[in-house]
Protein backbone atom coordinates (compact mmCIF):
# COMPACT_ATOMS: atom_id res chain seq x y z
CA UNK A 1 0.00 0.00 0.00
CA UNK A 2 0.85 3.25 -1.04
CA UNK A 3 0.07 6.98 0.34
CA UNK A 4 0.45 10.20 -1.54
CA UNK A 5 -0.24 13.25 0.19
CA UNK A 6 -1.00 15.88 -2.13
CA UNK A 7 -3.35 18.60 -2.72
CA UNK A 8 -6.52 19.95 -5.31
CA UNK A 9 -8.71 22.87 -6.07
CA UNK A 10 -12.13 22.05 -5.29
CA UNK A 11 -13.05 22.72 -8.80
CA UNK A 12 -11.05 19.19 -9.70
CA UNK A 13 -12.51 17.56 -6.87
CA UNK A 14 -16.06 18.70 -8.03
CA UNK A 15 -15.48 17.86 -11.71
CA UNK A 16 -14.14 14.72 -10.50
CA UNK A 17 -17.56 13.56 -8.71
CA UNK A 18 -19.49 15.08 -11.63
CA UNK A 19 -18.04 13.17 -14.38
CA UNK A 20 -17.55 9.69 -12.15
CA UNK A 21 -14.39 9.64 -11.60
CA UNK A 22 -14.69 10.57 -7.60
CA UNK A 23 -17.54 7.83 -5.82
CA UNK A 24 -18.35 6.83 -2.94
CA UNK A 25 -17.16 3.86 -1.00
CA UNK A 26 -20.82 2.55 0.13
CA UNK A 27 -19.01 -0.33 2.35
CA UNK A 28 -17.06 2.34 4.40
CA UNK A 29 -19.18 5.84 3.85
CA UNK A 30 -22.58 6.31 5.52
CA UNK A 31 -25.14 7.28 3.46
CA UNK A 32 -25.75 10.67 2.40
CA UNK A 33 -27.61 13.65 3.64
CA UNK A 34 -26.58 13.33 7.44
CA UNK A 35 -25.65 16.72 7.51
CA UNK A 36 -28.91 19.51 7.97
CA UNK A 37 -28.54 22.75 6.52
CA UNK A 38 -27.07 24.87 8.82
CA UNK A 39 -24.58 22.50 9.20
CA UNK A 40 -23.61 22.64 5.54
CA UNK A 41 -23.70 26.77 5.37
CA UNK A 42 -21.34 26.13 8.36
CA UNK A 43 -18.70 24.37 6.16
CA UNK A 44 -19.39 26.47 2.89
CA UNK A 45 -18.26 29.25 5.17
CA UNK A 46 -15.73 27.64 6.50
CA UNK A 47 -13.79 27.57 2.92
CA UNK A 48 -15.32 31.04 2.02
CA UNK A 49 -13.53 32.73 4.68
CA UNK A 50 -9.75 30.23 3.59
CA UNK A 51 -10.26 28.36 7.13
CA UNK A 52 -8.54 24.77 7.11
CA UNK A 53 -10.68 21.70 7.15
CA UNK A 54 -9.91 18.06 7.58
CA UNK A 55 -8.24 16.44 4.83
CA UNK A 56 -9.68 13.99 2.35
CA UNK A 57 -8.74 10.39 1.82
CA UNK A 58 -9.36 9.09 -1.30
CA UNK A 59 -8.74 5.49 -2.42
CA UNK A 60 -7.38 4.74 -6.29
CA UNK A 61 -7.97 2.08 -8.10
CA UNK A 62 -7.65 1.23 -11.91
CA UNK A 63 -10.18 -0.96 -13.56
CA UNK A 64 -7.41 -3.64 -15.44
CA UNK A 65 -10.56 -3.90 -18.25
CA UNK A 66 -11.60 -0.26 -19.35
CA UNK A 67 -8.37 0.63 -18.44
CA UNK A 68 -10.02 3.79 -16.20
CA UNK A 69 -9.15 5.14 -13.13
CA UNK A 70 -11.65 5.94 -10.15
CA UNK A 71 -10.99 7.54 -6.62
CA UNK A 72 -13.46 6.14 -3.57
CA UNK A 73 -14.31 8.54 -0.99
CA UNK A 74 -12.69 6.79 2.02
CA UNK A 75 -13.01 9.92 4.75
CA UNK A 76 -14.63 13.21 3.28
CA UNK A 77 -18.22 12.08 2.28
CA UNK A 78 -20.15 14.53 3.60
CA UNK A 79 -17.58 17.67 3.06
CA UNK A 80 -17.44 16.48 -0.70
CA UNK A 81 -21.29 15.85 -1.28
CA UNK A 82 -21.56 19.49 0.54
CA UNK A 83 -19.49 21.66 -2.32
CA UNK A 84 -20.97 19.41 -5.18
CA UNK A 85 -24.04 20.31 -3.62
CA UNK A 86 -23.72 23.89 -3.20
CA UNK A 87 -22.14 24.21 -6.18
CA UNK A 88 -25.58 22.76 -8.06
CA UNK A 89 -27.17 25.05 -6.52
CA UNK A 90 -29.14 22.83 -4.61
CA UNK A 91 -29.12 24.68 -1.49
CA UNK A 92 -28.40 28.44 0.30
CA UNK A 93 -26.22 29.55 3.22
CA UNK A 94 -28.05 29.96 6.09
CA UNK A 95 -27.65 32.79 8.52
CA UNK A 96 -25.19 30.47 10.32
CA UNK A 97 -22.72 32.42 7.31
CA UNK A 98 -22.73 36.29 8.85
CA UNK A 99 -21.37 37.48 5.20
CA UNK A 100 -22.82 35.49 2.68
CA UNK A 101 -26.80 34.46 4.33
CA UNK A 102 -29.17 33.52 2.18
CA UNK A 103 -26.70 33.08 -0.89
CA UNK A 104 -26.68 30.14 -3.63
CA UNK A 105 -23.57 29.16 -4.94
CA UNK A 106 -25.05 31.18 -8.51
CA UNK A 107 -25.35 34.63 -6.40
CA UNK A 108 -21.46 34.76 -5.13
CA UNK A 109 -19.73 37.74 -6.82
CA UNK A 110 -17.07 36.56 -9.66
CA UNK A 111 -14.09 37.03 -7.18
CA UNK A 112 -15.58 34.90 -4.67
CA UNK A 113 -16.43 32.01 -6.53
CA UNK A 114 -13.20 31.91 -8.03
CA UNK A 115 -11.54 31.93 -4.90
CA UNK A 116 -14.04 28.66 -3.66
CA UNK A 117 -13.20 26.60 -6.77
CA UNK A 118 -9.43 27.59 -6.30
CA UNK A 119 -9.50 26.91 -2.77
CA UNK A 120 -6.81 23.72 -2.21
CA UNK A 121 -8.45 20.74 -0.63
CA UNK A 122 -5.82 18.21 1.54
CA UNK A 123 -6.09 14.84 -0.06
CA UNK A 124 -4.51 11.35 1.16
CA UNK A 125 -4.35 9.29 -2.03
CA UNK A 126 -4.02 5.69 -1.19
CA UNK A 127 -2.81 3.21 -4.06
CA UNK A 128 -2.47 -0.12 -4.34
CA UNK A 129 -4.59 -0.89 -1.26
CA UNK A 130 -6.14 -4.09 -0.65
CA UNK A 131 -9.69 -4.28 1.06
CA UNK A 132 -8.27 -5.50 4.43
CA UNK A 133 -5.78 -2.39 4.28
CA UNK A 134 -8.70 0.47 3.03
CA UNK A 135 -11.05 -1.15 5.90
CA UNK A 136 -8.38 -1.14 8.47
CA UNK A 137 -7.34 2.63 7.89
CA UNK A 138 -11.15 3.40 8.07
CA UNK A 139 -11.24 2.14 11.35
CA UNK A 140 -8.44 3.93 12.32
CA UNK A 141 -9.36 7.15 11.36
CA UNK A 142 -12.67 6.67 13.31
CA UNK A 143 -10.71 5.71 16.50
CA UNK A 144 -7.96 8.56 16.43
CA UNK A 145 -10.72 11.44 17.96
CA UNK A 146 -10.60 12.10 21.07
CA UNK A 147 -14.04 11.56 23.66
CA UNK A 148 -16.55 14.09 23.48
CA UNK A 149 -16.79 16.41 26.22
CA UNK A 150 -20.56 17.33 27.11
CA UNK A 151 -20.48 20.42 24.94
CA UNK A 152 -19.10 18.62 22.15
CA UNK A 153 -22.05 16.09 22.00
CA UNK A 154 -23.98 18.72 22.25
CA UNK A 155 -22.86 20.78 19.12
CA UNK A 156 -22.70 17.47 17.35
CA UNK A 157 -26.13 16.26 18.16
CA UNK A 158 -28.18 19.37 17.69
CA UNK A 159 -28.46 21.61 14.53
CA UNK A 160 -30.70 24.14 14.90
CA UNK A 161 -31.65 27.55 16.56
CA UNK A 162 -29.96 26.85 19.59
CA UNK A 163 -26.85 25.70 19.06
CA UNK A 164 -26.40 28.53 16.49
CA UNK A 165 -27.19 31.20 18.57
CA UNK A 166 -24.53 29.94 21.37
CA UNK A 167 -21.90 29.86 18.23
CA UNK A 168 -23.10 33.58 17.62
CA UNK A 169 -22.51 34.95 21.32
CA UNK A 170 -19.02 32.50 21.52
CA UNK A 171 -17.43 35.03 18.56
CA UNK A 172 -18.55 37.88 20.09
CA UNK A 173 -17.10 36.88 23.53
CA UNK A 174 -14.56 34.12 23.77
CA UNK A 175 -12.11 36.87 22.31
CA UNK A 176 -12.45 38.27 26.11
CA UNK A 177 -12.52 34.99 28.15
CA UNK A 178 -9.36 33.91 26.01
CA UNK A 179 -7.91 37.39 26.71
CA UNK A 180 -8.28 37.45 30.66
CA UNK A 181 -7.43 34.13 30.80
CA UNK A 182 -11.11 33.12 31.99
CA UNK A 183 -10.76 30.25 29.74
CA UNK A 184 -7.17 29.01 28.99
CA UNK A 185 -6.55 27.66 24.78
CA UNK A 186 -7.24 24.26 25.89
CA UNK A 187 -10.39 24.86 27.19
CA UNK A 188 -11.71 26.89 24.39
CA UNK A 189 -10.87 24.03 21.41
CA UNK A 190 -13.16 22.01 23.66
CA UNK A 191 -15.95 24.16 23.88
CA UNK A 192 -15.64 25.21 27.40
CA UNK A 193 -16.97 28.59 26.24
CA UNK A 194 -20.11 27.52 24.53
CA UNK A 195 -20.42 25.60 27.74
CA UNK A 196 -20.01 28.87 29.95
CA UNK A 197 -22.20 30.61 27.47
CA UNK A 198 -24.85 28.15 27.61
CA UNK A 199 -25.33 27.97 31.61
CA UNK A 200 -25.61 32.37 31.46
CA UNK A 201 -28.09 32.04 29.05
CA UNK A 202 -29.82 29.22 31.31
CA UNK A 203 -29.93 31.29 33.71
CA UNK A 204 -32.75 33.86 32.46
CA UNK A 205 -34.57 31.38 31.27
CA UNK A 206 -34.61 28.58 34.25
CA UNK A 207 -33.34 31.23 37.15
CA UNK A 208 -29.66 29.18 39.24
CA UNK A 209 -29.79 25.47 38.87
CA UNK A 210 -27.39 23.22 40.21
CA UNK A 211 -24.87 22.29 37.42
CA UNK A 212 -26.31 19.29 35.04
CA UNK A 213 -25.86 17.71 32.06
CA UNK A 214 -29.28 16.82 31.69
CA UNK A 215 -30.58 19.85 32.06
CA UNK A 216 -28.57 21.75 29.42
CA UNK A 217 -28.97 19.44 27.07
CA UNK A 218 -32.26 19.66 27.45
CA UNK A 219 -32.17 23.58 27.03
CA UNK A 220 -30.87 23.08 23.34
CA UNK A 221 -33.36 19.98 22.65
CA UNK A 222 -36.57 22.19 23.62
CA UNK A 223 -35.47 25.46 21.54
CA UNK A 224 -33.56 23.36 18.22
CA UNK A 225 -36.46 23.71 16.37
CA UNK A 226 -37.98 27.36 17.46
CA UNK A 227 -36.21 29.98 19.67
CA UNK A 228 -38.61 32.55 20.64
CA UNK A 229 -36.76 34.08 23.28
CA UNK A 230 -33.23 34.16 21.17
CA UNK A 231 -33.45 38.02 19.81
CA UNK A 232 -34.29 39.12 23.18
CA UNK A 233 -32.15 37.08 24.96
CA UNK A 234 -29.00 38.09 22.61
CA UNK A 235 -29.52 41.81 23.36
CA UNK A 236 -29.79 40.90 26.90
CA UNK A 237 -26.28 38.64 27.11
CA UNK A 238 -24.64 40.73 24.67
CA UNK A 239 -25.96 44.19 26.66
CA UNK A 240 -24.64 42.63 30.11
CA UNK A 241 -21.36 41.38 28.83
CA UNK A 242 -20.95 45.04 27.14
CA UNK A 243 -21.38 46.65 30.39
CA UNK A 244 -19.43 44.20 32.12
CA UNK A 245 -16.27 44.71 30.27
CA UNK A 246 -16.71 48.58 29.58
CA UNK A 247 -17.25 49.06 33.56
CA UNK A 248 -15.08 46.04 35.51
CA UNK A 249 -12.49 45.19 32.87
CA UNK A 250 -9.57 45.89 35.38
CA UNK A 251 -10.82 43.45 37.79
CA UNK A 252 -10.18 40.62 35.31
CA UNK A 253 -6.85 42.40 34.51
CA UNK A 254 -5.90 42.11 37.93
CA UNK A 255 -7.28 38.27 38.95
CA UNK A 256 -7.62 35.28 37.22
CA UNK A 257 -11.48 35.34 37.31
CA UNK A 258 -13.00 31.52 37.78
CA UNK A 259 -15.55 30.84 34.86
CA UNK A 260 -18.00 30.25 37.89
CA UNK A 261 -17.44 33.99 38.94
CA UNK A 262 -18.20 35.30 35.66
CA UNK A 263 -21.42 33.45 35.74
CA UNK A 264 -22.70 34.84 38.81
CA UNK A 265 -21.49 38.26 37.90
CA UNK A 266 -23.47 38.40 34.43
CA UNK A 267 -25.68 36.48 36.53
CA UNK A 268 -26.61 39.27 38.77
CA UNK A 269 -26.41 41.67 36.16
CA UNK A 270 -28.48 40.46 34.02
CA UNK A 271 -30.91 39.91 37.34
CA UNK A 272 -30.73 43.99 38.41
CA UNK A 273 -31.53 45.17 35.23
CA UNK A 274 -34.06 42.80 33.57
CA UNK A 275 -34.85 39.62 36.06
CA UNK A 276 -35.05 36.65 34.98
CA UNK A 277 -38.01 34.93 32.47
CA UNK A 278 -38.55 31.96 35.12
CA UNK A 279 -40.24 32.61 38.53
CA UNK A 280 -36.53 31.86 40.29
CA UNK A 281 -37.28 32.65 43.71
CA UNK A 282 -34.07 35.54 45.16
CA UNK A 283 -34.50 36.70 48.41
CA UNK A 284 -38.05 37.85 49.57
CA UNK A 285 -36.43 41.43 50.09
CA UNK A 286 -34.08 41.76 46.71
CA UNK A 287 -36.30 43.07 43.90
CA UNK A 288 -34.17 43.59 40.38
CA UNK A 289 -33.37 47.77 40.47
CA UNK A 290 -34.32 48.07 36.19
CA UNK A 291 -29.99 49.17 36.00
CA UNK A 292 -26.79 47.05 35.80
CA UNK A 293 -25.87 49.42 38.78
CA UNK A 294 -25.91 52.57 39.28
CA UNK A 295 -22.53 53.74 40.35
CA UNK A 296 -20.34 51.37 38.28
CA UNK A 297 -16.83 53.07 39.74
CA UNK A 298 -18.12 51.90 43.44
CA UNK A 299 -19.11 48.43 42.58
CA UNK A 300 -15.79 47.91 40.74
CA UNK A 301 -13.66 48.89 43.61
CA UNK A 302 -15.81 46.98 45.44
CA UNK A 303 -15.51 44.28 42.99
CA UNK A 304 -11.53 44.56 43.48
CA UNK A 305 -12.03 44.04 47.05
CA UNK A 306 -14.18 41.09 46.85
CA UNK A 307 -12.07 39.34 44.40
CA UNK A 308 -8.77 40.02 46.78
CA UNK A 309 -10.40 38.29 49.66
CA UNK A 310 -11.01 35.20 47.22
CA UNK A 311 -7.72 35.17 45.54
CA UNK A 312 -6.31 35.59 49.32
CA UNK A 313 -8.85 32.95 50.69
CA UNK A 314 -9.74 35.04 53.45
CA UNK A 315 -12.75 33.79 55.33
CA UNK A 316 -12.60 36.60 58.03
CA UNK A 317 -12.88 39.35 55.53
CA UNK A 318 -15.70 41.89 54.42
CA UNK A 319 -16.87 39.32 51.77
CA UNK A 320 -16.07 36.25 53.91
CA UNK A 321 -19.41 34.63 53.10
CA UNK A 322 -18.51 34.88 49.38
CA UNK A 323 -14.99 33.52 49.69
CA UNK A 324 -16.45 30.36 51.40
CA UNK A 325 -19.29 29.92 48.38
CA UNK A 326 -15.54 29.94 46.00
CA UNK A 327 -14.18 27.39 48.08
CA UNK A 328 -15.59 24.22 47.09
CA UNK A 329 -18.59 22.38 45.25
CA UNK A 330 -18.66 25.87 43.29
CA UNK A 331 -21.42 24.23 40.47
CA UNK A 332 -24.44 23.13 43.12
CA UNK A 333 -27.30 25.43 43.72
CA UNK A 334 -26.28 26.07 47.11
CA UNK A 335 -22.99 27.60 46.02
CA UNK A 336 -24.12 29.65 42.90
CA UNK A 337 -27.00 31.16 45.12
CA UNK A 338 -24.71 32.11 47.39
CA UNK A 339 -22.33 34.08 44.73
CA UNK A 340 -25.62 35.51 43.35
CA UNK A 341 -26.94 36.87 45.67
CA UNK A 342 -23.74 38.23 47.01
CA UNK A 343 -22.96 39.54 44.15
CA UNK A 344 -26.33 41.47 43.34
CA UNK A 345 -26.20 42.88 47.48
CA UNK A 346 -23.29 44.80 46.10
CA UNK A 347 -24.44 46.09 42.85
CA UNK A 348 -27.21 47.08 44.68
CA UNK A 349 -25.41 48.96 47.62
CA UNK A 350 -23.91 51.96 44.77
Known amino acids: MKIIRNTKPISDLYNGMKSGDIIINKEYQRSPGLWPNNSRSYFIDTILNEYPFPKIVLWQKIDIYSQKTTSEIIDGQQRLTTIRDYINNKFKLSYVSKKYSNKFFDDLDDKTKEMLLTYEVSLDIITSGSNEEILEIFKRINSYTLPLNNQEQRFATYQGEFKWFINELTERITPFLSKTKVLGDRDISRMLDD????????????????????????????????????????????????????????????????????????????????????????????????????????????????????????????????????????????????????????????
Do not use: W
Open 195 to 350: DLLTECCQQYLKGIVARSTKKLDLLYKENDIFFPEKDILFQIIMGTFDFLKDNFYNIFEYYYVKPYNFYSLMGALIYNKYGFLSNFPVDSYIEKKGVFCENPEYVADQLLQMFTEINDKNENGKYSVMVKACASSTHSVKSRRTRFVELLKLIQLS
